[in-house]
Structures are given as C-alpha cells and as structure tokens.
C-alpha cells in the first residue's frame, strides 16, 4: 500500500530561521506532489505543488523535487510566527486513486 | 471562487448512536472525500467519491458509511459512535483525482463528540 512519509514530525525554529521539511513516496506511479499548510483550528489548504524534476520558489518557499527517489523538500525562509502549522504532503498518482497524505510535521516558530 | 460547507459545525452523540454529517460544495467538482483528523494528527481517507454515482472505500471506512447525493453533495454517518473516534471530520472536493486536477479544497470541518 502507497504511503507517505514526512519527516520529521515536528520542527522548533527561530523567528528569522530557515525550515526544512522533507516527505518520501513509496509509490512508483506518483505524479504530483502537493503540500498543504494546516493553521490551529483551520482547515489544510494548499501551499504549493510540483511535478517536474528541479525546484519551485513562491516568496519564501522553495520546494525541491527528486523524481527518481520519489523525494520532495519544502523549505521556508525567514520564518515567522504566522508559519507556525501543521505541513502535510500528499501525493497523487497515476491510475484513479484519492490523493494519499503524510502524517505531518509541526513547525512551531520561536519570536 | 467556490466555498464548502459542512453542518453541523459541532456534533455531540452518545456512545452507539448513529450520526449523520452533511457536505455540500459550489466548485462544481467532481470529486469529493471525506476525512477524519485526530487532534494535532494527519488526515485519514474515509471514503470518497470520483463521479456522482461513485463511492470509494478508503482505510478508514470501517464503522462509516457514505452517500454520493447528487454532485454537489457528500453525506458522512458514523454508524454507532464510539469514544475513541472523537476527532474532527473533514470533507473536501477536487476537479479530478488525476495530475493537477487532484488539488482538494476543504470544508471547515464538523467537530464530533461522543459522550
């Protein structure tokens, strides 16, 4: 069965400081990678996705993708309090199946 | 733009009691899941549904069962409610379950509680 790990399961960093996420697929026929940020009390919704080998960078977030290790990385920079949340990737394949999601790592950013 | 909603926002029942949770969405999509989240955990499959007339077990649906209403609506009941599955439900839509089609987009959650 396909699943998806994130590592790892929860991340202090200084207000200022750099956040790296990182999430692994086992699954040969993933498409897509998708990750979502998840707020105290909110619903998930959708940071960022990516498909294609190499990087992807939206302000302060840059995710990376490995196809050939099924590896993604999602990195925050100058993190604020605002990015303290619950990051959960999901992937989703070829073939007709729902998207499968990580367990998630918590980012708790210090002022 | 569209927007999904899911009633009740808090659902208190007692252990063994049957209970039903609603979803409804305007995106148009149509795909829709339904999720229960432990505190502070990860999101598990219940069920969820590609096309109107489709209904998808996920690995979680033992002691759930689901309805596909029409396209718009997704139906959730907890078919005797124990103790240990207090968490928060939460329903979601996509285009597709396919590529970029797969971006789901999520209701604000039903609470439930069993006492």
């Known amino acids: 069965q396909q699943k998806v790990q994130q590592s790892p399961e929860s991340l202090i960093v200084p207000e200022g400081g750099m956040a790296s996420l990182n999430c692994t697929s086992s699954d040969r026929n993933v498409d897509y990678f998708w990750w979502y940020r998840q707020h105290s009390g909110k619903s998930p919704k959708m940071l960022m996705s990516i498909f294609s080998n190499g990087e992807k960078e939206e302000g302060r977030f840059t995710v990376h993708l490995n196809k050939a290790s099924l590896h993604t990385s999602l990195h925050i920079r100058d993190s604020q309090p605002s990015d303290s949340a619950l990051y959960l990737c999901?992937?989703?394949?070829?073939?007709?199946?729902?998207?499968?999601f990580g367990t998630g790592t918590t980012v708790s950013v210090s002022p | 733009g569209g927007i999904i909603t899911q009633t009740p926002k808090f659902l208190i029942g007692q252990e063994g009691q049957k209970l039903t949770l609603k979803c409804q969405q305007n995106?148009?999509?149509?795909?829709m899941y339904w999720y229960r989240q432990d505190s502070g955990k990860g999101l598990r499959l219940i069920y969820y549904?590609?096309?109107?007339?489709?209904?998808q077990k996920g690995d979680l649906s033992e002691g759930y069962d689901a309805s596909r209403e029409k396209k718009s609506s997704f139906s959730l009941t907890v078919t005797s409610a124990q103790k240990n599955e207090m968490a928060v439900f939460l329903c979601a839509s996509s285009i597709g379950v396919g590529g970029n089609y797969a971006e789901q987009f999520f209701g604000p959650g039903t609470r439930l509680t069993v006492l």
């Open positions: 995106f148009n999509h149509d795909t």
């Open positions: 549904s590609i096309t109107e007339n489709d209904l």
């Open positions: 999901a992937a989703s394949t070829q073939g007709g199946r729902a998207l499968i």
